[in-house]
């Protein structure tokens, strides 16, 4: 079997989920969470500088980023998987300050995270939730 080929911002991504998880779950110092990455995940196939963007991003943007979404949501934000909320985070913070990123790619990025990371079913929820945000910014 052909071994998958990721970019090194898909590879940013899957960091910075696994990163911003980790933040949300220990409340640590995330310059510590970033030094944990350099010293215990392989990073030479990530963008790194990406990495670093959405990592310090996401949280200095927090409720920019959630009240982006929440209307959009069928439920309360509390009540969303912390994996579906991080990834929403991320694909909200690249909708809105990353315009390089075509919104068709981080729509993509986004649902391929929650394939790979999240519930069953997880990847429509954020596919759906996404597309609205989109269609809305246009």
């Known amino acids: 079997m052909a071994k998958k080929f ?12 696994q990163a911003l ?13 970033e030094s944990q990455f350099f010293e215990e995940e392989d990073m030479a196939r990530v963008d790194v500088a990406y ?3 959405l990592l310090y991003g996401i949280p200095k943007e927090l409720k920019n980023l959630d009240s982006g979404f929440v209307g959009f949501l069928d439920r309360d934000i509390s009540q969303l998987d ?3 909320l991080v990834i929403l985070r ?6 809105k300050y990353c315009p390089d990123v ?3 790619v981080v729509i993509n990025e986004s649902v391929e995270l929650a394939k790979g990371f999240g519930a069953e079913k997880s990847h429509k929820y954020v596919n759906s939730i996404l597309d609205k945000l989109a269609n809305q910014k246009k």
Not at 6 to 14: D, G, I, K, M, Y
Not at 21 to 33: M, V
């Open 6 to 17: 990721f970019s090194a911002r898909t590879n940013a991504r899957q960091r910075a989920l």
């Open 51 to 53: 990495f670093k963007v």
């Open 21 to 33: 998880y980790q933040w949300e779950i220990t409340k640590q110092n995330l310059q510590f969470i």
């Open 90 to 95: 991320i694909g909200t913070y690249e909708l």
């Open 102 to 104: 075509p919104f068709k």
């Open 82 to 84: 912390l994996i579906e």
